[in-house]
């Protein structure tokens, strides 16, 4: 019997994922706290442009870019480049 | 003149040597060698070094300043790590071509005048193509020919840009050029090439996973740093590099989502954050040029770091395809921990160290904005913040996930050997060290540094872009959206001459063959007519003259043939009496004479 590992275990994964998903939302809230204090001169806030200071912009940028990425690779990309793995040997 | 020796003859020589220790003692010596070097460089005092004059040329083959340093420091640590990662493979032909293109990189780092750089840039090549060939499969000779050749390439458009500079302006210093004129254009086309700019790229995807385990480790740190360091030498501020850089970031991590291979994953990344530089060095103020810089010394490290990784699980597993790999964290657990950081400090993660210098171009790129007419810094700042979320998901979750993770492929190995650990964990420890506590870094800058990164809107916008984007990569994942890793290749640009290659040789074949047998055929029987005509063409000619002139003088039938038959031996074989000789050339001359 080989030994359990802590991912063959799908109860673990979930926890995993929750402990993602949570930590998403929290990097939410942090980022209004922050926006409130920033514009309250609580605390100093550094930023280049207007919509640096939009709640959620930098979270909103990462995930569209990705879903981006993914689909233009996906969809757009592959069909056009792909080729079986002995193409040049041909 | 100091008592120190050349850096680059310490590693090229002492690489040399090797071949001649055995066993541990051959161990202890590589790394000797590394250390012996440093020692060595920390003694050199600021300037010019090693003056020789060669022909005309006054050359400056060590020139030691903050920028050359700071590329000098990190190429003996990376030479350091990367021996103790390839003690284990017992492969002399690696050891010391190694060793060679180690040395070659740094005597380009540190040399003072184009033509020793551009020697330096050759060597680099020859080193380099070594540490390809060395892998001894089919592919991988095939790769490193295509290599050689682009390469072989790139280092005469160099010499060709050197030679017109040096033409225009009868300087060979490594100073600042502006864009102007045939030579400086051919230098940037030049270092572009090992820059691996887009389309000019290719060599670096196709070559380097064909590399050897310790050979990909040593590529990735010099050849394209080389050209980042050049190109900060030569060519900041030159307004080009900028859109160069953002095409640079921008393009490989496309191909880097559909590849299989999990070092080319990395070329690609590697491409990608070398763009970092790029935009930084085209921006070229001082905040630019340090995050440029530093970022090559931390990517040296991190990437170093992630293709050590990933040769250890191939050498493990011997599998490096997506396809075939996953569920690694059993039996290569600290393998896997140091992916992780190395993976960690690419996406600059904070703590690590890609935070504490992709940042700086960033912040560059968005201060030049602001400036007057410089609009379109936006659109590099907004592209940039793309490459960044970007590099995470290919480079920051896809390697560690589809090879220590995922599904469970079913390797059951051991893990990656003692010196392969420590290897992996110096460049771990570095990473974190210098993402923690950036100012020793910072220090070796070449100018100085007046930037923080630990701001608290810096470290809350970095991690929630790096936390979305694994957002995004765990929902198109579960969703079943995100692409399956599939056994294919993808054609990049090198099919221009890999496939419509062979296109042209075919059409070549067909146009050029028939006409060179034409041209064959036309030549030859040319020739054998000409040549049939003029062996006698003197005696034909006097004949002629001399037919009509007896003719007129009465001379008929059987004396005439007797006279005809005389004087075409006679000219045919040289006999002419000396007077009739004599008569014909004076006769010529005074023809000359009156006709002049």
Known sequence: MEKKHVFDDPRNVKKLLKIFFSSVVILLILDGFYIVLSKTHVIHSHMNYQWEGFWGFYAFYGFVACVILVLVSKYILRPLVKREEDYYDK | ?596
Not at chain 2, 438 to 460: A, G, N, Q, R, W
Request: hydrophobic letters at 55%; proline letters at 4%; one cysteine or more.
């Open chain 2, 1 to 596: 003149m100091t008592n120190s020796v050349l850096p680059a003859l310490i590693f090229m020589i002492g690489g040399f040597l090797i071949p001649f220790f055995k066993g541990r003692a051959k161990s202890v010596y590589m790394m000797f060698i590394p250390l012996v070097g440093f020692v060595n460089l920390i003694n050199i005092p600021l300037g010019d070094h090693f003056l020789m004059n060669f022909s005309d040329f006054k050359l400056v083959l060590l020139h030691i300043d903050r920028l050359g340093l700071l590329f000098g420091y990190i190429y003996h640590i990376i030479a350091l790590i990367t021996v103790i990662y390839i003690l284990n493979f017992k492969n002399d032909v690696e050891y010391v071509a190694g060793f060679f293109y180690a040395g070659a990189a740094l005597g380009a780092v540190l040399a003072g005048d184009l033509f020793s750089f551009f020697i330096f840039w050759e060597m680099l090549t020859i080193g380099s193509v070594m540490l390809i060939w060395a892998r001894k499969t089919k592919s991988s000779q095939a790769a490193g020919l295509r290599y050689l050749l682009v390469h072989a390439f790139g280092g005469l458009v160099l010499l060709a840009g050197i030679v017109l500079h040096y033409t225009e302006t009868g300087s060979l210093e490594m100073l600042k050029l502006t864009l102007s004129g045939p030579g400086s254009y051919l230098i940037f086309l030049g270092i572009g090439i090992n820059c691996a700019w887009p389309v000019l790229h290719p060599w670096l995807t196709d070559a380097y996973p064909e590399a050897t385990i310790g050979g990909t480790v040593f590529l990735s740190a010099f050849t394209t740093k080389t050209a980042v360091y050049a190109l900060a030498r030569l060519f900041p501020g030159t307004e080009a590099l900028i859109w160069i850089g953002v095409a640079m970031a921008a393009f490989p991590i496309f191909y880097a989502v559909i590849e299989n291979d999990l070092r080319r994953v990395l070329a690609y990344s590697l491409i990608n954050q070398v763009g970092f530089m790029v935009v930084g060095i085209g921006i070229g103020t001082e905040l630019a040029i340090n995050g440029a810089c530093a970022h090559a010394f931390n990517d040296i490290l991190f990437k170093g770091l992630l293709f050590m990784s990933m040769g250890a699980v191939m050498y493990r597993t011997g599998k490096i395809n997506a396809t075939d790999l996953g569920g690694l964290y059993k039996s290569m657990p600290w393998t896997a921990l140091f992916c992780c950081v190395g993976a960690a400090s690419i996406s600059a993660f904070p703590l690590f160290s890609g935070f504490v210098s992709k940042s700086m171009v960033m912040e560059a790129a968005a201060s030049g904005s602001h400036l007057m007419g410089q609009k379109s810094y936006v659109v590099v700042w907004l592209v940039l913040l793309f490459a960044s979320a970007g590099v995470f998901h290919h480079a920051g979750i896809k390697i560690p996930f589809f090879a220590f993770f995922g599904h469970d492929a079913g390797h059951r190995v051991k893990e990656a050997p003692l010196n392969m650990l420590i290897a992996m964990g110096i460049a771990a420890f570095l990473c974190i060290f210098i993402g923690t506590y950036p100012k020793p870094l910072y220090d070796l800058l070449p100018f100085p540094v007046d930037y923080h990164p630990y701001t608290i809107s810096h470290v809350l916008s970095q991690t929630e872009l790096l936390f979305f984007s694994a957002l995004a990569f765990t929902l198109l994942l579960l969703s079943g959206i995100y692409p399956a890793e599939m056994r294919a290749l993808n054609v990049d640009a090198d099919w221009i001459y890999r496939k419509s290659g062979k296109a042209l040789y075919h059409a070549f074949d067909g146009i050029l063959n028939p006409l060179n047998a034409w041209c064959d055929r036309v030549v030859r029987g040319t020739a054998s007519r000409t040549a049939y005509f003029f062996k006698d063409a003197g005696a034909k000619i006097s004949l002629f003259v001399a037919v009509n002139i007896w003719l007129l003088a009465g001379y008929r039938d059987q004396r005439l043939e007797i006279k005809k038959k005389k004087l075409y031996n006679d000219i045919l074989h040289g006999t002419l009496p000396a007077g009739i000789g004599a008569a014909v050339t004076i006769t010529f001359i005074f023809l000359v004479y009156v006709l002049i």
